[in-house]
């Protein structure tokens, strides 16, 4: 009797060692060993192809990553495009700028110049170093337009919602430094049009803590 349960708590013993031994690796997956947070900020360059125009702007990051393998995020970017010609030449770029910002029909030769602002919302999946980024956000334009020709001009702004996907690479510098280059693909937002409407490549410096 004595040696029947002597074995019994014997195999349960190693039965739940198996199962520990198992499992452990899966929390160390989800759960990290601190909650960390880290605030990130760089610049990028990249093309609007509903606009056909090249941007340049600059990104803050706010990252509170509670898991290891989840992070939320919330970012402000700003970008500018230059002066960009729409000629008879880009027909559909142009109809396009016109529906959207309200240029007369009459108007043959645009220069255009954007500013924009944008908040962002969203999440990170990293694989070790890897990560694939998505989320939504508010845009807002301000742009100045002029006819080439005829010399008119004006100016307003406009407001869209849009959403956004990437993928990135984190390095761990030393310390709490933090490097990133990131590259993403958003749609909607303005101007916004089907498909991709802006694509980004950038890089991020950023410092991290507990």
Do not use: C
């Amino acid at each position: 009797m004595v040696k029947g349960i002597f074995n019994f708590q014997v195999i349960r013993s190693i039965i739940g060692l198996t199962l520990l031994g198992f499992y452990s690796p899966l929390v160390a997956q989800v759960y990290p060993e601190r909650t960390t947070q880290q605030i990130a900020i760089g610049p990028y360059v990249g093309y609007e192809s509903s606009a056909e125009a090249a941007v340049y702007g600059f990104d803050a990051t706010y990252e509170f990553r509670p898991f290891r393998r989840w992070g939320f995020t919330a970012a402000a970017t700003y970008d500018r495009s230059p002066f960009t010609a729409f000629t008879p030449g880009s027909p559909q770029a142009m109809q396009f700028e016109k529906t959207r910002l309200g240029i007369p029909e009459t108007v043959s030769d645009i220069a255009l110049k954007q500013g924009r602002l944008a908040l962002t919302g969203g999440a990170r999946f990293y694989i070790k170093r890897f990560f694939i980024a998505g989320g939504i956000g508010w845009t807002t334009a301000d742009y100045t337009w002029k006819d080439k020709e005829g010399g008119d001009m004006g100016s307003g702004d406009a407001q869209q919602s849009y959403h956004y996907y990437g993928v990135g690479y984190q390095l761990h510098l030393a310390g709490a430094q933090r490097l990133e280059f990131y590259f993403n693909a958003s749609t909607g937002g303005v101007p916004q049009a089907n498909g991709t409407s802006k694509v980004v490549v950038g890089a991020r410096y950023g410092l991290a803590w507990d």
